[in-house]
């Protein structure tokens, strides 16, 4: 469509070579009307954030044989994607065997109170499920600049609690003076929340194309300068908003045994004695 109209008069031609509004032009360099320009409404990078809490508590009950020990962690993640404004595709009505009946763009029956055309370029099929025989006008390029872009917020929510008790074993004898053990309860969830916003529902925009009433129908003829012309009511029965959500958890409950060997126990106390030595050196030396 020529940049100075913002849509055409409805019924005007039989089809968009004899319709003075449409042209087949296109300018260079300037393409603004005649190729979508992205980069100019999505962003190079999506927002994001995030915020965490965490605590942790320890209590020696029972000097190093007994500890009683807790941990909390609570962490929120929040993602916004951004694409292009929703191109209508694929197209609401089908073909026989139930795909997009129009290959390119969306089908617009003739009954539509902006349709332009008068002439049919095909008809719904007589074994479709949707609207069987209707004629229509094929291959029409839409995107719901009206809206603006598509966004996809998702927020994720983690929390992780441990608590339980570990301690020495070495109060039972030699034998066990190189054991520890420890058990306890650990809980973890995860949820994620996300959400579909400005997208086409298919029946509901087949419906929006079929009314013939021009304050509810869907008007796919508009210009990039006249998207804000869509009905309220239109734009309601086309538009919609996913909800997607998930949660998975997990309780757990362990108890373990830990044994360091000898050898790691020795050289422990032997590294701490070269370290008092070379302290008291240091020390005399000054």
């Known amino acids: 469509m020529k940049p100075q109209f913002n849509k055409p008069k409805p019924h005007s031609s039989a089809g968009p070579e004899d319709n003075p509004r449409y042209t087949s032009h296109i300018p260079y360099p300037d393409g603004n ?8 409404l999505t962003a190079s990078i999506p927002g994001a954030d995030r915020q965490t809490f965490y605590g942790s508590f320890t209590r020696d009950i029972c000097d190093k ?3 009683l020990f807790a941990d909390f962690k609570y962490a929120r993640s929040y993602f916004r994607a951004a694409l292009a404004p929703t191109p209508f595709v694929p197209d609401p009505f089908r073909n026989e065997v139930g795909s997009a009946f129009s290959r390119f763009g969306i089908s617009v029956p003739l009954q539509n109170p902006f349709n ?10 007589a074994d479709s499920t949707t ?5 229509v006008y094929t291959g029409v390029a839409y995107r719901g600049l009206e809206l603006g872009n598509r966004f996809s917020p998702t927020t994720f929510n983690d929390i992780l609690f441990d608590v339980g008790l570990r301690g020495e074993m070495s109060e039972f004898g030699d034998y066990f003076k190189t054991w520890n053990w420890e058990a306890g309860f650990r809980y973890s969830r995860n949820e994620e929340e996300n959400q579909s916003r400005n997208v086409v529902s298919q029946s509901g925009l087949r419906e929006a194309l079929m009314d013939t009433n021009p304050a509810t129908a869907f008007n796919p003829f508009l210009n990039n300068s006249g998207v804000n012309r869509q009905t ?8 919609i908003t996913l909800h997607g959500s998930g949660q998975f958890e997990l309780p757990l409950g362990y108890l373990t045994l830990k044994r360091r060997s000898v050898q790691s126990s020795r050289r422990s106390r032997l590294l701490c004695a070269r370290r008092r030595v070379a302290w008291g050196a ?3 030396r000054s």
């Open 116 to 125: 332009p055309f008068t002439v049919a370029n095909a008809a719904i099929p």
């Open 65 to 67: 044989y007994l500890v």
């Open 232 to 239: 309220p009511k239109a734009m309601n029965r086309v538009y």
């Open 282 to 284: 240091l020390e005399e």
């Open 131 to 135: 609207f069987p025989g209707t004629p």
């Open 33 to 40: 009307f005649a190729f979508f320009n992205f980069a100019a």
